[in-house]
């Protein structure tokens, strides 16, 4: 899995991706300033693509973790889906182009609005609602006779499996919001025939996120695989799809991450019969973070060093509404001068933002070189998943800009926000 570090150099003594400087970037556009590698998000993205060449796959972005336009677009252009949650997800989709027959729709609360702009994507509706409740596959059954249509579905199956993940981003277990039991999948079987705006596609789960070990996969791999079995007798027609979520853990720091060679493998393991004709079952996977998270970095310039008797603290001018993980969800990313010659000697020191918050601080007691002082760059890395796409306001500082660097240039993908950007509409 993804390393990071792996996407960002130090050449010539100054932290860059394919030669191009990051001190050069912020020198132009200034700071902070999100910087994307797209070999960061292609690289991932060809290994699953490989790991499941020999089966009928497509491979979803969940575009949740970095939503801009022109990722979806570099993704897209390479063959990717996109898994989305929202109606505002399925608006930028649409604005990149993204092929109909790509789109799956997930979450839990998806209103009847949401439902009629999924049937109408690009004139001919998205490939699935991966429906999460009865009560929403009646609306949505609704929604759909409405228009004369028939609503592709696939039931989010809750397998019960602990991800053994950070609780908030822990979806698999029967106590979550997400998805329906075994039993109610079997009820909803039952009553398909009432259905008639209702077309059952396919089968998902997703578990959870930033997952560091395949074990509870293979745990929620077989409990579906039980489910499949017991729908064999019980389908009229059978599924096309099933959907196994995304999920797999990147490296923050030192974690030791599940190898999507690994994952693909598990996938053979528990399902390549199933995959293989005539049965033709077509599988797709939702990852967010495996391609996103390092192929990101936030670069940011100190403010201030502030001396305290205990330890030191930098205050750089980024902030937690420009990356909310650490305060959050106490995540840790690893964070290093732009320029190696500052590396050592180095002390323990808190690295923290300006906005009024105790929570606003991105690293404590690290040991971070100490002659970083005001002025200097430092890149927070593994900024590329829930990083600019958590962004807020918050504190009125409008959210920086996003840039990509692509075989050997580079790019602005978004351009910073203004002051008038912040009162838009207000007046
Ligand atoms: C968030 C989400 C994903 C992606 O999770 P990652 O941990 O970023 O891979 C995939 N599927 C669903 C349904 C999600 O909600």
Known sequence: ??????????????????????????????????????????????EFSEGLSEFNHLICFALKSNSNLSILRLLAQEGAGMDLVSGGELYRAEKALVSAEKIVFSGVGKTAEEMQQGLNYHGTGIYSFNVESIPELKLLNEVALNMNRKAPVALRFNPDVDAKTHPYISTGLK??????SKSEVLEVIRSLDQLKGIHLKGLSIHIGSQLLSLAPLDDAFGRLEELLCALDQKLKSPL?????????????????????????????????????????????????????????????????????????????????????????????????????????????TNIVGPVCESSDCFASDRPFPAHADQGELVAILSAGAYGFSMSSTYNSRPRPAEVLIQKGRFQVIRSRETWEDLIRGED
């Open 175 to 180: 106590k979550n919001k997400f998805g329906i």
């Open 1 to 46: 899995m993804t390393q990071p570090l792996q996407f960002f150099q130090y050449e010539n003594g100054i932290l860059s991706s394919e030669n191009v400087s990051l001190a050069t970037i912020a020198q132009k556009i200034g700071t902070p300033v999100y910087i994307y590698s797209a070999e960061g998000f292609l690289t991932p993205f060809r």
């Open 240 to 348: 096309e799809f099933i959907d196994l979520g995304g999920g797999i853990g990147i490296t923050y720091r030192d974690e030791k991450t599940p190898p999507i060679q690994k994952y693909c493998k598990l996938i053979k393991k528990h399902f390549g019969k199933r995959l293989k004709a005539p049965s033709q079952l077509k599988i797709l996977i939702e990852p967010g973070r495996t391609l996103s998270g390092n192929a990101g970095v936030l670069v940011s310039k100190i403010i201030y060093r502030k001396q305290r008797r205990s330890k030191d603290f930098l205050v750089i001018d980024a902030a937690m509404n420009d990356l909310i993980r650490p305060a959050l969800y106490e995540s840790y990313h690893e964070i290093v001068p732009i320029h190696e010659k500052h590396l050592l000697p180095k002390v323990k």
